[in-house]
Structures are given as C-alpha cells and as structure tokens.
T-cell receptor, first 111, second 113 residues
Framework: DSGVTQTPKHLITATGQRVTLRCSPRSGDLSVYWYQQSLDQGLQFLIQ???????AKGNILERFSAQQFPDLHSELNLSSLELGDSALYFCASSVDVGEQYFGPGTRLTVT | GENVEQHPSTLSVQEGDSAVIKCTYSDSASNYFPWYKQELGKRPQLIIDIRSNVGEKKDQRIAVTLNKTAKHFSLHITETQPEDSAVYFCAAPPGGATNKLIFGTGTLLAVQP
C-alpha cells in the first residue's frame, strides 16, 4: 500500500457524460500528479499540482480539468467523454521533487 | 523535446538468469531516474531510483546504472525469480521546476521457471 488512495476503483459511463475522479495523496505530500494509462499510449502525464497550484501540464485534453483542494486532495474532471477516453487513470504524490508513489488507479470504461 | 526510449519491449529469461532493460532520455537537464514495476491490473510500484550525481545504485538483486554523457540508464535484475515477471517502466523528469515523469514504453519481463 503506497498510502495514496483513489476513488472510485471502476467507473462505467456513456459517451458524452462527465465524471470526477478523486485522489488523496500520502500524508505530508504536497504534489499530486495525474497520469493516464492506455494500451496504445502507455503511461502519459496529464497534470501536476503543488500545494494547491497548477505546476505543470502535459498532454491533457481541454475536456479534462483538475484541481487540488486546501486539504491537498485532488480531483480530475473528465467531460464530454469519448470511447477513446477509456483507460486507467492513476494519481501519484510526492513531497516535492523525488519519489512519486502511485495510487491504485481508477479504471474508466466509456461505452 | 521530452522523450524516453526503452528497450526491449519484451524479454524472456530462465529463472536464475539476469535481465537487463535499457533506457535513453533526451533532456540533458534530467537529474532523477526511477524504475517502476507494474503487475497486471495493479499500480506502478517504485523499485529503485538513481540521481545524476551517482553512476550506480544497488538494492539486493536490483541495480541501476547511469551514464549521463550518453544519456543512458539501465536496470539490472540478477538471479531472476518468477515473481519478477511484470512490466517494467523507466522514467525521467524533464529539467525545470516540475517533477512530472516522462515514461518509457515499458518492458514485459517473463521469467520462465
């Protein structure tokens, strides 16, 4: 157990819908990262927050957004879902630079 | 641009043999190189990492070597066991204030008993 928690574990929804994925970092970690893992794209960085502020953006679609709250948990919002958004979404956390620890992931299936 | 190449994509070894996975990164400002192990359906798990001020780091049967000049780093697993079977990912952060990780494409390691 890495200490990073994610909910829900599984999510099945229809195209065009909107979902919210939730992540709680390890105690003491200020940085939260979101990654998408699909069969054809591998592990792709989406976005990073540090202590409530956006620090870096990767190949995140405009339909996706995220935020980090004062208690440091983070949410990833995915809207206007398409079949191609089906993937595993991982959250990771770190103190600042250095080791990142991954949560168990949320498996999103868009039908 | 930011890029991490990883080879081979699949690797099959006999139990007890050694396995080596190699990665090349593009950003010379990268200074931290982790390796993750991912079993089917589970989270990537950090197994070892190395920083740019050292050339080699070892932890029991696992070692990582770094050649900053060539921008190469490698994972070495000795005395492989069936439980080592998994997908292994290398990663590197680009330079700058962020610690985001750019991942290699993964190596599926199969250890045959």
């Amino acid at each position: 157990d890495s200490g990073v928690t994610q909910t829900p574990k599984h999510l099945i929804t229809a195209t065009g819908q909107r979902v919210t994925l939730r992540c709680s970092p390890r105690s003491g970690d200020l940085s939260v990262y979101w990654y998408q893992q699909s069969l054809d794209q591998g592990l792709q960085f989406l976005i990073q927050y540090y202590n409530g502020e956006e620090r870096a953006k990767g190949n995140i679609l405009e339909r996706f957004s995220a935020q980090q709250f004062p208690d440091l948990h983070s949410e990833l919002n995915l809207s206007s879902l398409e079949l191609g958004d089906s993937a595993l979404y991982f959250c990771a956390s770190s103190v600042d630079v250095g080791e990142q620890y991954f949560g168990p992931g949320t498996r999103l299936t868009v039908t | 641009g930011e890029n991490v190449e990883q080879h081979p994509s699949t690797l099959s070894v006999q139990e007890g043999d050694s396995a080596v996975i190699k990665c090349t990164y593009s950003d010379s400002a990268s200074n931290y190189f982790p390796w993750y192990k991912q079993e089917l359906g589970k989270r990537p798990q950090l197994i070892i990492d190395i920083r740019s001020n050292v050339g080699e780091k070892k932890d029991q049967r696992i070692a990582v070597t770094l050649n900053k000049t060539a921008k190469h780093f490698s994972l070495h697993i000795t005395e492989t066991q069936p439980e080592d079977s998994a997908v292994y990912f290398c990663a590197a952060p680009p330079g700058g204030a962020t610690n985001k990780l750019i991942f290699g494409t993964g190596t599926l390691l199969a250890v045959q008993p």
